[in-house]
């Protein structure tokens, strides 16, 4: 199971990137970006053969995770970014 987990992590970056080039690049409609991060991450998963010893269904289970915490961290940084602009905005009223 670590070893699965080792590789989910190494797996999504890699997903959060062609998901930015997706945003970037595309008209792609944004409420299915979540499940298009989990596609790439079990494609991606899938063809790490040389990378894992791991079965085929256990490097898909890391794509898969890979996927699902892509999004949450893109999700979590965007929430960031948002609230750092919330709170440096000139129309904040000072309390």
Same mark, same amino acid.
């Given at each position: ?14 997903? /959060? ?7 970037? #690049? ?11 991060? /989990? ?7 899938? /063809? #790490? ?21 892509? #999004? ?15 709170? =440096?905005?000139? =129309?904040?009223?000072?309390?």
């Amino acid at each position: 199971m670590e070893t699965v987990l080792v590789l989910a992590s190494l797996i999504s970056p890699i997903v /959060v990137a062609i998901i930015e080039l997706v945003k970037k #690049t595309t008209s792609f409609p944004k409420q299915f970006f979540p499940i298009l991060s /989990v596609i790439i991450g079990l494609l991606i998963g899938g /063809v #790490t053969y040389p990378l894992s010893e791991l079965d085929l269904a256990l490097r898909l289970w890391a794509g898969g995770i890979a996927g699902l915490a892509a #999004t949450g961290l893109f999700e979590l940084g965007h929430c960031q970014v948002k609230l750092i602009k919330k709170q =440096h905005s000139p =129309h904040r009223s000072s309390e």
